[in-house]
């Protein structure tokens, strides 16, 4: 009877360190997707773990523009200054965010846009939804036309009304056009 309770303290034990090896990152590959850039405040060119490339659009949001070109960066127009200047906010609160998740991210893919890129819903490896936070921060705005296709709509909804109601981010700023709407406008000049 010993010799069988023996075996089986061993056997659990072997059970046990094996369990705990295979939920590592490194040993079951779960690390998530490697983020290669911080495009703007809602894109990542995310490498996964068999090397394919792609860029991936963040479901749900909209965030701020980034200038695009050296006429954008020089630009002296308020309404491209204002954008432009909540947009790198947003950018590089992404890149820290990236950053304190090992430039890893988990996506959950929801569709491909008209440019190729993955639309997803990305978390950090702590489970950390990133577009909550951007919205929650007011870095983001809810993107309404494509909410339809948000696996997490409420969660956003709630988190965009609290930065409103607390005026944060964007919701502070009275002269902040948004980026869809920026778009639009630009798209004629």
Known sequence: MQKLTKKLVILLGATIIILGL????????????????VSDGDTLAV????????NVRF???????????QKERNSSRVSDRNQFNWGEKAQARLQQLVKQ???RVILNITDTDR??????????KDGT???????????????????????????????????????????SDTK??????YRSINKKN
């Not at 902040?176 to 709407?181: I, K, V």
């Open 22 to 37: 295979a939920s590592c990152d490194k040993f079951s590959g779960s690390s998530g997707d490697l983020v290669e850039r």
């Open 47 to 54: 490498k996964d773990a068999k090397g394919n490339k792609f």
């Open 115 to 124: 440019y190729q890129r993955k639309v997803a819903e990305v978390r950090l």
């Open 59 to 69: 479901a749900c949001v909209d965030a701020p523009e980034v200038p695009h070109s």
């Open 129 to 171: 939804f990133v577009q909550e936070i951007l919205l929650r921060e007011g870095l983001a705005k809810v993107y309404r036309p494509y909410l339809n296709k948000c696996p997490s709509k409420d969660l956003v909804q709630q988190a965009e009304a609290q930065a409103q109601q607390q005026k944060r981010g964007v919701w």
């Open 101 to 103: 998740s090992g430039d």
């Open 176 to 181: 902040f056009t948004n980026p869809w709407e």
